[in-house]
């Protein structure tokens, strides 16, 4: 089946620094990829939707500031956290469908990265 | 608000027991609905899926959902599971077309299988 990759899988950082997290879509070209938030014991929240070529489409109460993202090619989209502060600390996820597939298929996960905020 | 809602949160379960898990989700019109899986410390997996057609999906190690449009539900079973089924399972939602393709989750079932 089709890969997404993610990387790193965990990462510290100190607070006011920035971290980038990449997916990278590894079998197929993704003009959309997906970038999740999933918080301990809760559902994954969309953040945002990111399009290659294209300024990515935030969901309502996320800052687009904090949370930059760059879909600089079909197969990599990258999700940088900027100032970060203990409160970004969460698990975040990307995804992408292979549109290869036709309309009547599901997205792939990256296997995601843990953001520990210090 | 629109929503997908997952009625169990944690369910416990001794081996060969029967499963069942809701799912219910508020949109009208035609969905595409999921159910993913992740086990421990791994990432989300398909588990199955349902666009069309036959509305009982049979999907991977033994599981299938049924989709009720009039109930707008689409519930998770397995007749007999096992310990290494124990996972948080997530059922989601791509709504009608306008929605760019977006998934909305429910807030996941954690299932403990005893063995």
């Known amino acids: 089946g089709a890969v997404v990759s993610q990387h790193p899988s965990r990462v510290i950082c100190k607070s006011g620094t920035s971290v980038k997290i990449e997916c990278r879509s590894l079998?197929?070209?993704?003009?959309?990829m997906f970038w999740y938030r999933q918080f301990p014991k809760k559902s994954l929240m969309l953040m945002a939707t990111?399009?290659?070529?294209?300024?990515?489409?935030?969901e309502q109460g996320v800052e687009k500031d904090k949370f930059l993202i760059n879909h600089a090619s079909l197969t990599l989209s990258t999700l940088t956290v900027t100032s970060a502060h203990p409160e970004d600390s969460s698990f975040y996820i990307c995804?992408?469908?292979?549109?290869?597939?036709?309309?009547?298929?599901?997205?792939?996960f990256g296997q995601g990265t843990r953001l520990t905020v210090v | 608000a629109q929503s997908v809602s997952q009625h169990n949160h944690h369910v416990i379960l001794s081996e060969a027991a029967s499963l069942e898990l809701g799912c219910n989700y508020s949109y009208g019109g035609t969905v595409n609905l999921f159910w993913y899986v992740q086990y421990p410390g791994q990432h989300l997996q398909l588990l199955l899926k349902?666009?069309?057609?036959d509305p009982l999906v049979k999907g991977i190690k033994g599981f299938e959902a049924e989709f009720i449009k009039s109930k707008f539900s689409f519930n998770l079973r397995k007749p007999s599971v096992q310990w290494s089924d124990t996972a948080e399972y997530f059922c989601?939602?791509?709504?009608?077309?306008?929605?760019?393709?977006?998934?909305?989750w429910g807030l996941g079932t954690s299932l403990a299988v005893n063995p």
């Open positions: 989601a939602v791509n709504p009608p077309a306008g929605n760019n393709r977006k998934l909305i």
């Open positions: 079998d197929f070209q993704a003009t959309t």
């Open positions: 995804s992408a469908r292979d549109p290869g597939r036709g309309d009547h298929t599901e997205a792939f």
């Open positions: 349902y666009f069309s057609g």
């Open positions: 990111s399009n290659e070529g294209s300024k990515a489409t935030y």
